[in-house]
């Protein structure tokens, strides 16, 4: 019993110095600091997303620039518009007998291709307020006797782009007495004018002149009266969308066919 007190005392003496030769605990890692939060972006995010087709042929309101995209007045002031309403815009060129049957298939949400505001289009599109008026002319090679009324063009060869305004009031016109030659593209009318495959081509006065001033169009030049008729021609140049989509009134921006 002696040798266990014995022995118990030791163990109690020594036990502090034993304490203190054990390695110390670790101390605890510092919390992590917080993180810091994404600066914010000084843009406001967008709205909605439009897209916005065009013909990207009737120059200088749409064409397509060096890099194969959509240009011209008419896409700037789409930009424009899109800026104004916040808006994430998209342009994408299309056919322009695909413009107005895409449009009602939903395809994309405005036509922005110089398309003129008349009756049809009225019923079967919304559209917005007119932003630009152009009167339909003449071009002729210099020196022929058209620079008068329209009728000096009786029994003469008139090209024209195929399901525009511009030939519905051709047709109107000068179905009985004229030989009407309807071609894909305004582009094309004007060019079979250059080799004298037309006498005249009918078509947008400020695209018409613009032509006559480049190379290919120094043979012609802007003839007659300009002309105006609100049944054919229409009243102005809108921009368009499906009549019945209900996002039409906030988005809606319209364009003329030729």
Same mark, same amino acid.
């Given at each position: ?5 014995v ?37 406001? *995010?967008? #709205? /909605?997303?439009?897209?916005i087709a065009?013909?990207a042929a009737? &120059? !200088?309101?749409?064409?397509?620039? %060096?890099k ?20 994430e815009?998209?342009?994408?060129a ?15 949400d405005?036509?922005?291709?110089s398309l003129e ?11 917005s ?5 152009s *009167?339909? #002319? /003449?071009?002729?090679?210099k020196g022929e006797?058209?620079d008068? &009324? !329209?009728?000096?063009?009786?029994? %003469? ?37 250059a080799s ?8 947008d ?13 120094k ?13 054919t ?10 009549a019945r ?14």
């Amino acid at each position: 019993m002696r040798i266990v007190g014995v022995l118990l005392a030791f163990l109690l003496a020594a036990s502090p110095a034993l304490a203190q030769q054990q390695p110390p605990k670790p101390a605890p890692k510092p919390a992590p600091a917080p993180a810091k939060p994404a600066p914010k972006s000084p843009f406001t *995010p967008p #709205a /909605f997303k439009i897209t916005i087709a065009t013909e990207a042929a009737f &120059p !200088p309101f749409n064409y397509l620039d %060096k890099k194969g995209l959509p240009a011209g007045f008419e896409m700037e002031l789409a930009q424009e518009a899109c800026q104004r309403m916040k808006a994430e815009c998209e342009y994408t060129a299309v056919k322009w007998d695909d413009l107005i049957p895409g449009l009602l298939d939903k395809k994309f949400d405005i036509i922005m291709s110089s398309l003129e505001v008349n009756n049809e289009r009225r019923r079967r599109l919304g559209l917005s307020r007119r932003y630009y008026l152009s *009167p339909g #002319a /003449f071009v002729a090679h210099k020196g022929e006797p058209f620079d008068g &009324p !329209p009728t000096l063009l009786r029994n %003469k060869r008139i090209g024209v782009q195929k399901d525009s305004t511009h030939a519905d009031w051709i047709d109107k016109s000068f179905r009985r007495s004229a030989q009407i030659k309807r071609f894909p593209t305004l582009a094309d009318a004007l060019k079979a004018l250059a080799s004298d495959e037309v006498d005249a081509v009918f078509g947008d006065k400020v695209q018409l002149w613009l032509w006559s001033q480049k190379p290919d169009g120094k043979c012609c030049e802007v003839m007659g009266q300009d002309i105006k008729d609100n049944q054919t021609l229409g009243v102005g140049v809108s921009a368009g969308c499906a009549a019945r989509t209900p996002s039409c009134a906030t988005r809606s921006t319209r364009r003329s066919p030729r």
